[in-house]
């Protein structure tokens, strides 16, 4: 079975400062894993995914995430920070295109002025 | 447009009573979900449609029961709710032919269980 796991369920950055949040996975097979960002009283907004194509993945809003096969990582980073950052990320896997995702337990992002 | 929808988006209710949450996809996906998200933000799934057939069921009450009148819609149904059911409920769709595309996620529906 698929896990994930999110190191730090909570991260506090200062505006302008580099991003990182971590996600490490746990699967049988090559997965399929995404970065979601949800905002406060709002639904999940997909960041970015990998898909076995690139192993670094650009997303939105200057996000980027690096599938390390060796490390089964899929960190989450952005050089700059910016206000409306701050927010809930997850990660997520799923092993095939039929599966639903399975997601990590959150990292909240503060970002301080 | 708005690609997933629920509604409603609050529900304030009593233990006991039988409430629905009803979901609605306009992006032709062939597959439907339902999570469930606690008060620490952990999402876990509850039920997968494809196609009209339930396809997964992790471990959920049997008090919640997903009903499809299409392939555009999932419905929530709770009966007899417990103060343990109050959470946030999200429905997801997702084209699961083509490639491994992501899910979409509706707004979301609060429930809170007095």
């Known amino acids: 079975a698929q896990s994930v796991t999110q190191l730090g369920s909570h991260v506090s950055v200062s505006e302008g400062a580099l991003v990182l949040l971590r996600c490490n996975y746990s699967s049988s097979v090559p997965p399929y894993l995404f970065w979601y960002v949800q905002y406060p009283n709002q639904g999940l907004q997909l960041l970015l995914k990998y898909t076995s194509a690139a192993t670094l993945v650009k997303g939105i809003n200057d996000f980027e995430a690096e599938f390390k096969k060796s490390e089964t990582s899929f960190h989450l980073t952005k050089p700059s920070a910016h206000m409306s950052d701050a927010a809930e990320y997850f990660c997520a896997v799923s092993l095939s295109g039929n599966t639903p995702l399975v997601f990590g337990k959150g990292t909240r992002l503060s970002v301080i002025a | 447009d708005t690609a997933v929808s629920q509604t409603p988006k609050y529900l304030v209710t009593q233990m006991g009573n039988d409430k629905s949450i009803k979901c609605e996809q306009n992006l032709g996906h062939d597959t439907m979900y339902w999570y469930k998200q606690d008060s620490k933000k952990f999402l876990k799934i509850m039920f997968s449609?494809?196609?009209?057939?339930?396809?997964i069921n992790e471990t959920v009450p049997n008090r919640f029961s997903p009903k499809s009148p299409d392939k555009a819609h999932l419905n929530l149904h709770i009966n007899s709710l417990e103060l343990g059911d109050s959470a946030v409920y999200f429905c997801?769709?997702?084209?699961?032919?083509?490639?491994?595309?992501?899910?979409?996620f509706g707004p979301g529906t609060r429930l809170t269980v007095t």
């Open positions: 449609y494809n196609n009209k057939e339930l396809i």
């Open positions: 997801a769709s997702r084209q699961t032919t083509g490639g491994p595309h992501e899910q979409y």
